[in-house]
Nanobody
């Protein structure tokens, strides 16, 4: 069974940091582009960050640039989202997503839209509040 499982969410004060992890089971992530999305209450799901399957390309939403970092460890079959300088506006459920398998010609593809993703985790809640 193919699964993505997020972890690392929780309650943090403004200005604090969290690291989210996304681990895959049932398949290897080596040939998948990976992304993080988030959805705040009453808002649409939005892309936060993406990374190509070889880790060579990344992209970020303007709202998180300079504060969040996406990286991956294919040996551990895990993708991470390091979140620093957290703000109350970052409060949301964060979802990890994987694309379908990508061939060698697409090793630098980075996807920032939900319809481009094939597998989704169930999400982890991040709450930024004092």
């Amino acid at each position: 069974q193919l699964q993505l499982v997020e972890s690392g969410g929780g309650l943090v004060q403004p200005g604090g940091s969290l690291r989210l992890s996304c681990s895959a089971s049932g398949f290897r992530l080596n040939y998948n582009a990976m992304s993080w999305f988030r959805q705040a209450p009453g808002k649409e799901r939005e892309a936060v960050a993406c990374i190509s399957n070889n880790g060579g390309s990344t992209n970020y939403a303007d709202s998180v640039k300079g504060r969040f970092t996406i990286f991956r460890d294919n040996a551990k079959n895990t993708v991470y989202l390091q979140m620093n300088s957290l703000e109350p506006e970052d409060t949301a459920v964060y979802y990890c997503a994987a694309s379908g398998l990508l061939g060698p010609g697409l090793s630098r593809l980075c996807i920032m839209y939900p319809t481009g993703m094939q597998y989704w985790g169930k999400g982890t809640l991040v709450t930024v509040s004092s």
